[in-house]
């Protein structure tokens, strides 16, 4: 039940505070190439899907999520053994970004990063992250991931939760 086990923080998402997962998906001025005879601006390379094993492909998908009630119990993460997963907002909505760090093939402590409407994440192969975290509507993502053979999805359930709090979504 929601209000008991470990409250989280929520934290700005930033490059330097999300590098060991993966990447942040934003409009960076140093990457930014001007292209189609100056009339476009290309931000290069933000980030590089992985994929891995039989018959892996990286696709394309639109992924609608529907708003979590808060406070909100963190119950569970996943990973992805054989593939990187990219999540960028297309309704310009914020959204919470869950991650934990491997420790000894389970997932640590969360940490939770509120993102605004125009960041989108990479989480490299293997990082432990928690489903689709939408905030205050249905908001569509588009999403890159692998697809293949074998099993690219790894549940991990805590024994007891951890909670991220209402008040903290409003800093």
Avoid: C, K
């Avoid at 470990?6 to 998906?25: D, M, Y």
């Avoid at 940490?111 to 409407?117: D, I, N, S, Y």
């Avoid at 192969?125 to 249905?138: C, D, K, Q, S, Y």
């Amino acid at each position: 039940m929601p209000g008991d086990g470990h409250a989280l923080a929520v934290r700005p998402l930033t490059r330097e505070a999300f590098a060991p997962f993966g990447s942040v998906i934003e409009a960076d001025p140093g990457t930014m190439r001007l292209i189609n005879g100056g009339n476009t601006e290309r931000y290069h390379a933000l980030a590089e899907a992985e994929a891995t094993g039989e018959d892996a492909r990286v696709v394309i998908n639109i992924f609608r999520g529907s708003p979590r009630t808060f406070p909100y119990a963190v119950a569970m993460m996943e990973r992805h053994p054989f593939g990187s997963q990219s999540f960028s907002p297309i309704d310009d909505r914020p959204w919470l970004v869950v991650v934990a760090e491997d420790e000894g093939g389970r997932p640590g402590v969360p940490q939770v990063f509120l993102a605004g409407g125009r960041q989108g994440v990479n989480y490299r192969r293997n990082v432990w992250h928690h489903p689709l975290m939408t905030v205050g509507e249905t908001s569509d993502f588009l999403v890159v991931d692998r697809s293949g053979a074998g099993n690219n999805l790894e549940e991990f359930f805590y024994d007891e939760p951890f909670i991220i709090e209402a008040a903290e979504l409003r800093a």
